[in-house]
């Protein structure tokens, strides 16, 4: 069932480790992302289907992504949860089409990520309807108190090929995040979080951005990952480290 947004708690996401969802965006401004995700990827949305358009980093070009990364509801409770000095570092979009077979296993952010420390607080936006029937965000509450080991998953559904093993997860403690359009979860670098196929007719489209502060440091040599995903935008505050002035990104300007 779709709650009604609610505001945001900072004593639920230290507790839970996460928080939400928050009727972050209007409907309006959901229905802009929601379009223009669809543009994006040259498709129709009444017609839509799989894509091999890349996901992510599209706030490094488009200067409507850009604006939904930095949108004030994300900032606002970003700066409630890391503080006034707030570092952008990166945006995926996460859309499953109609009946896809692709699920997102059971697993801990910061396995993947090259930070030092690990900070990260994550904004998950829903532009569409995300429901149980579509495969909406799945989170294990309290599951944050440390790392989990990943291990390769061994199914071909599978969208990453590692995630926590199955005798770590106890997921009848699972919560489906269902949202409407323009509501928004926030949810920490641990907590364990997973997806489900989208079984129905209706495109999940979403998207996260990931927020840090400026005591991080992106060991970017170190990491397999694709390079170019990671570029560093100061949100609010004052950056007086400059840790990561190599991979600095500049805001794109509206066309
Ligand atoms: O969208 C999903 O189903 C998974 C999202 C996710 O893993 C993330 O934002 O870290």
Redo the contacts with the bound molecule.
Sequence with gaps: MIAAGTAFSLKQYEEEGYSGPIQGLTSEEAEDGYRRFFETIGQSRHACGPTSSPMSAWHHRHAWAYELATHPSIVTVMQDILGPDLILWAM?F?YKEPFNDKF?PW?Q?IHYWPMDPPINA?A?VSLGFSLAEN?C?RVIPGTHGGETVHAPIGDDGSAFREGVRPEDVDETKAIDLEMAPGQIAFFNERIV???NRNGSPIPRV?F?VRYTTPEVKFKIDEWEGDKNRIRTFLVSGEDRRRYNDAIRGEPPRRQ
């Design positions: 995926h996460w997102i697993h952010d994550t998950w495969g965000l979080h997973g997806s979403a996260s």
